[in-house]
C-alpha cells in the first residue's frame, strides 16, 4: 500500500474541480492542499511570490520550508478553496490594473510624453501599483516577448474569476470592463506574448505608432 502523500496544487482553476480532485485523493488517503500563488514568473526568479495556502493546516505547517524556497510569504487562509478565493480576488486586481496602467501609459504618449518618463514619474506618486511597475517597462519597450503570463493563457484565469463572481452574483463592473481588451489582444496576435501587450491593443485603437515596423511589438 502506498504511504500517504501530500500534494500540492498550485493552479488557478474552478474550485469545484479541486474539491473533485481533493476528495478523491482524501479517498485513497492521501492530503491535497490548495496553493495558488500570486506572482509573475520574473518574480519567481527572485523569491518574490506569496502562497496562499487553504487546507490541512499541519501540512502546511510541515511544507513551509519547501515553499519558503521559492516563495517571500506563505498564508495560512483555512479550509481548502480559500486559496483559490483568494487568488481569484488577487487576479481580478490584476486583470484591472494592467489595463489601467496600459490606458494610462497610451494617454501619455498621446499627449506627446516620453514613455520612459511617463514610467519613471507615475511608479514614485500615488498613480502607481505593482502591477504597473512589474509590466510598465515592457510598455516603455512596446516589447512584449518576454511572457511571464501569456494573454491566451491568462484568458483562462478571466473565465475563473467570471464563473466565480457569477455564481456569487457579484457585480464586477471594472473587470468586466477589462475583458474585451485582452480578447481584443488574442484576435489582434498577441495571444503568445504577455498580458502587457493590453498596450498595444489600446495604442492601436488610438492612433499611436511607435518605432520602425517590426522593430517593437512583434506579433506571433
Not at 493552479?11 to 481533493?22: G, R
Not at 510569504?73 to 483568494?86: E, I, K
Amino acid at each position: 500500500m502506498m504511504r500517504p502523500r501530500v500534494v500540492v496544487e498550485a493552479s488557478t482553476f474552478k474550485i469545484d474541480d479541486k474539491l473533485k480532485a481533493e476528495r478523491a485523493l482524501r479517498n485513497a488517503g492521501h492530503v491535497m492542499l490548495d496553493c495558488p500563488v500570486s506572482g509573475t514568473g520574473s518574480q519567481a526568479k527572485v523569491k518574490d511570490l506569496v502562497i496562499y495556502a487553504s487546507g490541512d493546516s499541519k501540512a502546511i505547517r510541515k511544507l513551509r520550508p519547501l515553499f519558503a524556497g521559492f516563495s517571500r510569504a506563505v498564508h495560512d487562509l483555512g479550509v481548502f478553496g480559500n486559496g483559490s478565493r483568494m487568488k481569484y480576488v488577487a487576479n481580478l486586481l490584476v486583470t484591472i490594473h494592467n489595463v489601467a496602467s496600459a490606458e494610462a501609459m497610451v494617454l501619455g504618449i498621446k499627449s506627446g510624453l516620453d514613455p520612459q518618463m511617463i514610467y519613471d514619474l507615475i511608479r514614485t506618486g500615488a498613480g502607481t501599483s505593482r502591477v504597473f511597475e512589474l509590466r510598465g517597462p515592457m510598455m516603455v519597450q512596446d516589447r512584449y516577448d518576454a511572457a511571464s503570463m501569456s494573454i491566451k493563457l491568462y484568458h483562462k484565469d478571466i473565465a475563473v474569476i467570471e464563473d466565480h463572481a457569477a455564481k456569487l452574483g457579484v457585480p464586477t463592473p471594472l473587470f468586466s470592463a477589462s475583458i474585451p481588451v485582452y480578447s481584443a489582444a488574442l484576435s489582434m496576435g498577441y495571444g503568445a506574448q504577455d498580458t502587457a501587450s493590453v498596450c498595444g491593443v489600446l495604442q492601436t485603437m488610438a492612433g499611436v505608432k511607435r518605432g520602425k515596423p517590426g522593430k517593437r511589438s512583434k506579433r506571433r
